[in-house]
T-cell receptor, first 114, second 112 residues
């Protein structure tokens, strides 16, 4: 099946710094990728839809300036958490969907801001 | 507004028993209904999926039952095993769109 690779798997950063998370589709091209956030024992909440070559579409309540999304190629989307604070600590997951088939998810990134 | 409602929130089943998780949706434009399994610290992995033109789909010990008129679908795990202990999410999407709407998740524990 298709593979979506996410990096890093976990990261610890100091409050006020920025963190970049990468999401790659390894064996298919993804014009659209999705970024989710998941709090402990909760569901996946869609943060934004990343579109190759154009601006991302953010869900209501998600700060565009804090969560910068770049989708520069058909196989790579990045999420940058800027000026991170402890409340940004969460599990971030990306996904991509080849055509209309099932979605494939990355392994997730555990972000801890100290 | 929760597009997909899932129950129960948690479930404890004896080894060998049947685990049943239910989901309901409102948007009749949804036409793809997958179930995902997630282990702690990992991303969700597709378990099984169904489209509304069939009422049931079975893959090994996993079965989806789909009731289009009631706008409900459920996951049945037969002969549940301790290795099945995980969080299960139902989801729905429109074929023409790409976004998935997830249920709230069910934490399944299978006790030996």
């Amino acid at each position: 099946g298709a593979v979506v690779s996410q990096h890093p798997s976990w990261v610890i950063c100091k409050s006020g710094t920025s963190v970049k998370i990468e999401c790659r589709s390894l064996d298919f091209q993804a014009t659209t990728m999705f970024w989710y956030r998941q709090f402990p024992k909760q569901s996946l909440m869609l943060m934004a839809t990343s579109n190759e070559g154009s601006k991302a579409t953010y869900e209501q309540g998600v700060e565009k300036d804090k969560f910068l999304i770049n989708h520069a190629s058909l196989t790579l989307s990045t999420l940058t958490v800027t000026s991170a604070h402890p409340e940004d600590s969460s599990f971030y997951i990306c996904s991509a969907r080849p055509g209309t088939r099932e979605a494939f998810f990355g392994q997730g990134t555990r972000l801890t801001v100290v | 507004q929760q597009q997909v409602k899932q129950s129960p929130q948690s479930l404890i089943v004896q080894k060998g028993g049947i685990s049943i998780i239910n989901c309901a949706y409102e948007n009749t434009a949804f036409d793809y209904f997958p179930w995902y399994q997630q282990f702690p610290g990992k991303g969700p992995a597709l378990l099984i999926a169904i489209r509304p033109d069939v009422s049931e789909k079975k893959e090994g010990r996993f079965t989806i039952s789909f009731n289009k008129s009631a706008k409900q679908f459920s996951l049945h795990i037969m002969d549940s095993q301790p290795g099945d202990s995980a969080t299960y999410f139902c989801a729905a999407s429109k074929n023409t769109g790409n976004q998935f709407y997830f249920g709230t998740g069910t934490s399944l524990t299978v006790i030996p």
